[in-house]
DNA sequence: CAAGATTGATTCTTCAATCTTA
DNA sequence: TAAGATTGAAGAATCAATCTTG
């Protein structure tokens, strides 16, 4: 009689092939990516703060607590991104005129420039996270991503919300 | 003479479209849904200690370096992760006797006990993420995913070292 | 010098607590 | 009281520098 053990001592499933664990590696690529393009390029811009402020150019004057719910942000991370932000000169923060407790955020000149100048890098690293892939199944791997963070948006601490349609 | 402008100032393309960003979300996603779990099940291990708390299980005796490598941890972290699972029992951190620099880890029976016990909370965080697709679906991202990490595995800052083929 | 490990510094994430203002 | 914002604490990721040992 021949018994077989195959991983008899792991209870889980394989680590390494689980969900989660997938969507640690993803990301931490993602990140490091993004980090030699800007490295490349010459700033140092994490993929934190370049949302921040793209989000920022796009929403003129947005308080903080929206611009956190437009990027799926804790409201404390927010603090600490538009502090370095404004620290490198690429955001302004201004109490607001109709409500003393809000912070209005604004993008300055420099801080227009850099998102140009930084434009390509940025697009090169977002095509870099998928050459490994055809573009059918770069296509398809973003909408899979999509449809998941969608689903899940609500269960999840931070959720997004919804800033078009 | 009409001219439309779609996006007239967003140079870059949406952010929330970009595979970095949804990178970033679906970790976000994962961690939480991970952590909920835990909580319900009465337990505190995040995601990372688990993965290391589980690799260590599964090679007794390994020393910090190759842990790392098993699981993409850079080494700094794996030193503070390592000190919250000692904290905790449920890790023991002992000097080489052939190599008094490094430490060779061994899980605790109460670190086999828990790992024990919060299985099917892990099991079903890793459904969980993936609730949002169809079971064709999931395993799709899932062999995206993969494929994904294996092209880039090189250009991550810390890449995985194959433990098993 | 090279390798395993640790510490310090900076950034990010999340929760709890606090401060100011509505 | 509620809301915008901030601070503190703990965990994590990454790099630089250091300490010990080979």
Redesign the pocket.
């Known amino acids: 009689m021949i018994s077989i053990h195959v991983n008899a001592e792991c209870a889980v499933r394989d680590n390494l092939e689980m969900p989660g664990h997938l969507a ?1 590696r993803f990301q ?2 993602a ?2 990516l993004f ?1 030699a393009e800007m490295e490349a390029a010459g700033y ?6 370049f949302a921040a402020l793209v989000t920022i150019q796009q929403n003129p004057n947005v ?6 719910g437009l990027i ?13 932000l404004t ?1 490198k000169g690429l955001v302004v ?1 201004t109490v ?1 005129d ?8 604004q993008i300055t000149s420099e801080g227009v420039s850099v998102l140009r100048d930084i434009e390509p890098s940025v697009e090169a690293a977002q095509q870099a996270i998928l050459s490994g892939l055809s573009a059918a199944e770069g296509a398809e791997l973003m909408r899979l991503l999509v449809k998941t963070i969608e689903a899940l948006n609500e269960r ?3 959720p997004l919300k919804s800033a078009r349609g």
Do not use: E, K, N
Request: net charge positive; no cysteine.
């Open positions: 640690r931490q690529i990140v490091s980090h140092d811009l994490t993929p934190v703060q308080d903080q607590i929206t611009l956190a799926a942000y804790d409201r404390t991370t927010i603090t600490g991104v538009i502090d370095r620290r923060r607001s109709t409500d003393r407790r809000a912070r209005t955020l999840s601490r931070v």
